[in-house]
Structures are given as structure tokens and as C-alpha cells.
């Protein structure tokens, strides 16, 4: 059974910068899509960045100044690496695991997120 672990969120004040994880187990995900998409109270899951099997990557066009996505396909993780973190940026951070090596909008198994807190 596939199951993806996120970890690494927290509380950070603005301005500061922090480095996400997702983790698979049950699976070897280098053939697999990888996506992040975070989700504040009240709001849907929005798209931050994907990561394509060949390594190609898709980004937020507002967030890909900031952020950035990577994968350790040798340690079956992707990380999503967040900096110049404003209060806007908080919410749940999901990853996604993609059926297949192309980038599925909403479609794959998803982890239980990690907690990201901005304070200003």
C-alpha cells in the first residue's frame, strides 16, 4: 500500500524560510509525478509545484520565486523548499503522488499534510 508522509512544517516568522518533505513508502515513486499543493482554512487545495519523473517542474507562477521543488528519487522523497515566507503562506501543505510521470491535476494519492505557520 502506497502511503506518503509529509513533515518539516512548523511555525516560522515572516521572511524566514523552511524545507519540506514528503516521503513514500510501499512504493518506489521515481517513475511518479510529484505534487505539492497547500490549502489555508476556508479555502480549496491550491497547486504550488510539481515535479515530473524526468525532473522537469511546474510551478505557481507567483509562488516559483520563492519556493522550490525537488526530488531524491535514492531516498524515495520530495522536498519543497519555502523561503521569504509571508503570513499568506500558511495553511496545510499536501503532496500528491501522480498515477503515472506526468503532473495530474488533483488525481493520485495524497499524504496527511504538514502544519506551515507564518507569523508576522
Known amino acids: 500500500q502506497v502511503q506518503l508522509v509529509e513533515s518539516g512544517g512548523g511555525l516560522v516568522r515572516a521572511g524566514g524560510s523552511l524545507k519540506i518533505s514528503c516521503a513514500a513508502s510501499g512504493t518506489v515513486f521515481g517513475s511518479n509525478a510529484i505534487s505539492w499543493y497547500r490549502q489555508a482554512p476556508g479555502t480549496r487545495r491550491d497547486l504550488v509545484a510539481c515535479?515530473?519523473?524526468?525532473?522537469?517542474?511546474v510551478y505557481d507562477q507567483i509562488l516559483k520565486t520563492r519556493f522550490t521543488i525537488s526530488r531524491d528519487n535514492a531516498k524515495n522523497t520530495v522536498y519543497l523548499e519555502l523561503n521569504s515566507l509571508k503570513p499568506e503562506d500558511t495553511g496545510v501543505y499536501y503532496c500528491?503522488?501522480?498515477?503515472?510521470?506526468?503532473?495530474?491535476?488533483?488525481?493520485?494519492?495524497w499524504g496527511q499534510g504538514t502544519q506551515v505557520t507564518v507569523s508576522s
Open positions: 500528491l503522488r501522480s498515477p503515472d510521470s506526468e503532473c495530474r491535476y488533483l488525481q493520485g494519492t
Open positions: 515535479i515530473m519523473s524526468s525532473g522537469r517542474t
